[in-house]
């Protein structure tokens, strides 16, 4: 079974903070994910990653960005946290091709006071 | 752009009550659809793909079927444990996802 690790059930961290969320797959798949999830707006994609340093944005990238330096490790960084980023994040992973089921960790709830 | 729409938002039903969710969807040029069940806490899990109009999958209670505008979840007999959020969802341009808000079903014993 494909298992997607998240570093962090429950996070909390002050306005301003840089804030670091990793992700781990043991599955050897290319493609890895970083969405959030807010109750009425379901799953927006912040950022995506094809390939080791290959970093692409998703619909929602502003104030966040992304580390892939090891094709299991997917890391998002909140440059400079603000409240509105309080949600569930969640990181997935999948083979390539666009027929393949994502593959998804157990989130991070993120709150930012 | 590419839409994906589930309702109802949310559905309330008695042990043993049948019913079915919708997903509708508007794509240029389905590349297959997918099911996936979240249950509060933890991550969306994959359950079903359906690739063309017509298909059907199975599991346990759960039938998914699809059409060439839209797809539904039909839920035979549920039990309690059947409660969670269902996402559908499509694929985009790339190797991603765009995923409908999900439908928030409890079943009621």
């Known amino acids: 079974d494909v298992k997607v690790t998240q570093s962090s059930r429950y996070l909390v961290k002050r306005t301003g903070e840089k804030v670091f969320l990793e992700c781990v797959q043991d599955m050897d798949h290319e493609n890895m994910f970083w969405y959030r999830q807010d109750p009425g707006l379901g799953l927006r994609l912040i950022y995506f990653s094809y390939d080791v340093k290959m970093k692409e944005k998703g619909d929602i990238p502003e104030g966040y960005s992304v580390s892939r330096e090891k094709k299991e490790r997917f890391s998002l960084i909140l440059e400079s946290a603000s409240t509105n980023q309080t949600s569930m994040y969640l990181c997935a992973s999948s083979t390539p091709g666009q027929s393949q089921p994502q593959h998804f960790g157990d989130g991070t709830r993120l709150s930012i006071l | 752009e590419d839409q994906v729409t589930q309702s109802p938002e949310a559905l309330r039903l008695q042990e043993g009550e049948s019913s079915s969710l919708n997903c509708s969807y508007t794509?240029?040029?389905?590349?297959?659809l997918f099911w996936y069940r979240q249950d509060p806490g933890k991550g969306p899990e994959f359950l079903f793909t359906l690739y063309s109009a017509g298909e059907e999958k199975e599991k346990e209670r759960l039938k998914a079927t699809l059409t060439k505008k839209e797809s539904f979840l039909h839920i035979t007999a549920p039990k309690p444990e059947d409660s969670a959020t269902y996402l559908c969802a499509v694929p985009r341009g790339g190797n991603d996802m765009r995923f409908g808000a999900g439908t928030r079903l409890t079943v009621k014993p």
């Open positions: 794509v240029s040029g389905l590349r297959g």
